[in-house]
């Protein structure tokens, strides 16, 4: 399994050397201008000019290009056009609260789903079924923001008993640091519970009409034995490739979440990025992006091993 | 490990991480009553420290925190001293001596230096219009000692004191001669001033959070009053932060439930929200408001010509887009808006006629004909990540199409707007023909600051008019020897902005503030950290 991993990993190579030749190819072809941005709405054409060949702007693509690659391969991501700060202490700030926003609703999500699918596909056709599949139709259909927003008003503004924006870092406390994530968590957590919710009901109902599931039954097993021994864990699979999918998910979830409860992570620091035509720093963090994504595909791929002894590399 | 052991274990690990969450300790929301620390959403990022290198509004705020300037002006728009001690004025007006102030200190405990002040005030007069006039005047700027800053003119300037006050960006901020001789269009890596709070560069999350600190060394002037940027500038603050909330809404609850204790600019939407709430107040804090423009690209055809500028004065109703930006309260709009801020010394009723007469759009057509506008089609360059931007060019688009033009409205997002804009090429090539924006009304105070009425051709502000007249009227205004003489100097540049139309004016109006009834002592013109208090 160890070559199999390391296979695997060395394959991220060229995946994020075609990521980086795209990114950057992109960029320099949408329109926008750092430097007019930096110089403000007063300033004047001359003023722009200037500052764009101080920031090394003016520089053909190739040569830009080969300056950037030439960093990334010394482990250098760049400088901020616009914060004149390294790119990836700038990630580093932000990784944090993204990580903790991602991890808080993965848990709430799959705890809550997985249960409902099976719930769901246990009781197929009845009211509680029903009730489990129209929360996952609205779940997919209200978007982030207006669950956000309704979060706050009613648990903040109304009760008072959360905060309505921020983050605290994890190092002052378990308490402060899960207060600020628990509304971003459910309004995030929405569509992917949906999600895990219908994958699971889908997959269970094809377990449960399998042979060893009534053989089970006949040996005299239990229904909670047979729904989560028997039954989910040979379901499992599809489930934690969903699961491993929806982190993309996520991720673009978390841009809007992160806005509307002002949180410092990753998706605010992308969109700001975007806006402003900071390319070094989009480019760095798509690079991570796309890195992510590649690795959590690998660890999706390991995990089916645990769930689904049959499968070896 | 064996697979079962490690499904087991990842289920008692979740079971912990809920069992911990159930046990949490509730933490204090809302900001302590005796809080010396003072939590503020500014109207965007601080992407950019330097305030030389860029002209942003927020990049100006955080200046007044962490710099000085030499003089600062009241609310009667008249510089007065602020590091400087006074000045003198001798040899008929061509020799000014300013005299600093004993006791300045920068952040890192140095003592500031007339040749510091010497070079920042060249540093800024490389990037701002006045500064360049200043220094095309003078002969020689140079520190003969610790404490005098001597300014030789060639011939008198009387404007001289209100160039190194003037709150329109660039603002004259001093900062220590290392820094200072840097490029003024190379942005400065460190922040060092002298002014009344330290930047914590440490604790900056760029786009999320921004912190200063007290700097207990400042040495407040002793007499008068604080009054916009003049006055001593007393800090009852320890700690400032500002934390940079995007969404509006968001921002207006967390001002709501005390999270924070100010907000600088509540979106236009959500100000009859906070003014039902007891514990927010509102103001307007600058009463010259921000001022509202279409500006067209003297270039291409088919407003190279002024006729055809001239013809669409008659289609603007200027309250249609103030509406537009702010509602339908009158009291946060002025319409019937010439070139100068309304109530400021260089407003007047000069050709106001323009703007003020019936609208007649049939006229208008008729005259756009006349001027020889053929139906071609013109390019509007819209921002719409901007809500106030966009409701403009809205608005714009609609009478360019009751005059019968042939608008084709691009819709991007500022980004794109900034970059397109500076393209000369025809509307055709990737360039353009109209934009909007909105100037702080304290950016068109008088001609010499005021960028868009600038006529200087390829130099000229994006759209790149030609107006010899207007640049003559400029000079003129700059030697005017008083005020009365500079009004009357604004009249003829206004009546002839009439002829040229640089632009289309569009209106004034005020962008309120809104903060927590607790705080006390906010003062007019922009967001100044100094006076405040709590309780």
Not at chain 1, 92 to 98: F, K, L, N, V
Not at chain 2, 28 to 49: E, H, W
Not at chain 2, 226 to 234: H, L, Q
Not at chain 2, 424 to 442: D, M
Request: hydrophobic fraction near 45%; charged fraction near 20%.
């Amino acid at each position: 399994m160890w070559a199999y991993v390391i296979r695997r990993v060395l394959a991220t190579i060229p995946v994020m050397a075609v990521v980086a030749l795209f990114v950057f190819s992109l960029l320099y072809l949408a329109p926008g201008d750092p430097a007019a941005i930096i110089a403000g709405d007063q300033a004047t054409p001359q003023d722009v000019e200037r500052i764009r060949a101080s920031l090394g702007l003016d520089r053909p693509y190739l040569v830009r290009f080969g300056a950037w690659v030439w960093d990334i391969a010394h482990g250098d991501l760049g400088t901020s056009i616009f914060t004149n700060l390294p790119v990836s202490r700038m990630i580093e700030q932000r990784i944090e609260p993204t990580l903790s926003l991602m991890v808080v609703t993965l848990i709430l999500a799959i705890s809550i789903a997985v249960p409902m699918g099976v719930v769901a596909a246990w009781k197929q056709g009845t009211i509680i079924d029903r009730a489990v599949m129209g929360f996952a139709v609205l779940g997919f259909s209200v978007p982030v923001f207006v669950v956000g927003y309704l979060l706050a008003y009613i648990f903040a503004l109304e009760l008072d008993w959360l905060p309505v924006q921020g983050y605290t870092p994890f190092e002052r406390g378990i308490g402060p640091w899960f207060q600020n994530l628990i509304l971003p968590a459910i309004a995030l957590g929405g569509v992917y519970i949906a999600l895990i919710a219908r994958i699971t009901r889908a997959t269970m109902l094809e377990v449960l009409s399998q042979d060893y599931i009534r053989t089970a039954r006949a040996k005299g097993a239990g229904q909670v034995s047979i729904l989560f021994l028997h039954a989910l864990k040979n379901a499992a699979v599809p489930i934690v490739t969903v699961i491993g999918i929806g982190i993309a998910l996520l991720i673009g979830g978390a841009v809007v979440t992160e806005s509307v409860f002002a949180i410092p992570g990753l998706g605010r620091l992308t969109v700001d990025a975007i806006l402003r035509r900071d390319y070094p720093v989009i480019q760095g963090v798509v690079l991570l992006f796309s890195f992510v994504y590649v690795l959590v595909n690998l660890v999706i791929d390991l995990a089916y091993t645990l769930f689904d002894p049959r499968i070896r590399y | 490990m064996h697979r079962r052991t490690l499904l087991t274990g990842a289920a008692a690990i979740g079971a912990a991480a809920i069992g911990a969450a159930s046990s949490l300790p509730n933490v204090a929301i809302a900001q302590a009553p005796g809080s010396r620390v003072l939590k503020f959403i500014p109207q965007s990022d601080l992407a950019v420290l330097d305030p030389i290198v860029t002209t942003a509004y927020v990049t100006r705020h955080h200046a007044f925190m962490v710099y000085d300037t030499l003089y600062g002006i009241d609310a009667d728009y008249a510089p007065q001293p602020q590091m400087a001690e006074g000045h003198t004025v001798e040899q008929d007006g061509k020799l000014v001596t300013i005299t600093l102030r004993p006791g300045l200190l920068w952040h890192d405990g140095e003592a500031v230096r007339a040749k510091d002040c010497v070079a920042s005030i060249r540093r800024w007069a490389a990037r701002d219009g006045l500064g360049q006039v200043l220094m095309s005047l003078t002969d020689e700027l140079s520190a003969p000692d610790d404490r005098s800053i001597v300014f030789r003119l060639k011939r008198p300037f009387p404007l001289l004191l209100d160039a190194l006050a003037k709150p329109s960006t660039p603002v004259c901020f001093m900062m220590p001669e290392r820094l200072a001789n840097t490029d003024s269009a190379t942005p400065l890596r460190e922040v060092m001033g002298s002014g009344p709070y330290t930047f914590l560069a440490n604790e900056r999350v760029p786009g999320s959070r921004i912190v200063y600190e007290r700097f207990d060394k400042y040495v407040p002037r002793p007499e008068g009053t604080a009054s916009w940027t003049s006055g001593p500038k007393k800090v009852n603050f320890d700690r400032v932060e500002w934390h940079v909330i995007p969404d509006a809404a968001t921002a207006a609850n967390a001002l709501q439930n005390g999270e924070m204790d100010w907000w600088e600019q509540p979106t236009a939407d959500l100000q009859p929200v906070l003014r039902r709430n007891r514990n927010v107040l509102m103001e307007i804090p600058d009463p010259t408001g921000l001022m509202a423009l279409c500006r067209f690209n003297q270039l291409h055809p088919p407003f190279d010509k002024p006729e055809v500028r001239r013809a669409l004065l008659g289609a603007i109703n200027q309250s249609d887009y103030m509406t537009a930006v702010i509602g339908t309260d009158r009291s946060l709009f002025r319409d019937g808006v010439g070139f100068f801020p309304p109530g400021t010394p260089m407003d007047s009723d000069a050709g106001m006629q323009a703007l003020t007469s019936p609208r007649d759009m049939e006229k208008v057509k008729r005259e756009l004909a006349a001027a020889g506008y053929g139906g071609e089609p013109i390019t509007l360059i819209a921002a719409s990540d901007f809500p106030s931007l966009s409701a403009l060019a809205q608005v714009g688009n609609d009478m360019f199409k009751q005059a019968g033009m042939n608008v084709e409205f691009v819709s991007t997002d500022w980004g794109s707007v900034v970059q397109r804009r500076a393209s000369k090429e025809p509307p055709s090539k990737g360039g353009w023909n109209v934009f909007f924006t909105f100037f702080a009304g304290i950016d068109m105070f008088n001609p010499a600051v005021h960028q868009s009425l600038r006529g200087t051709g390829q130099q000229a502000w994006f759209g790149w008019p030609t107006a010899p007249k207007l640049e003559e009227l400029r000079s003129k205004w700059l030697e005017a020897p008083d005020l009365a003489a500079q009004q009357a100097v604004a009249r003829e540049v206004q009546t002839q902005a009439f002829q040229d139309v640089p632009y289309l004016p569009l209106g004034q109006y005020f962008q309120a503030t809104a903060y927590r009834r607790g705080i006390t002592g906010v003062l007019k013109g922009m967001p100044l950290f100094w006076n405040l208090q709590r309780g």
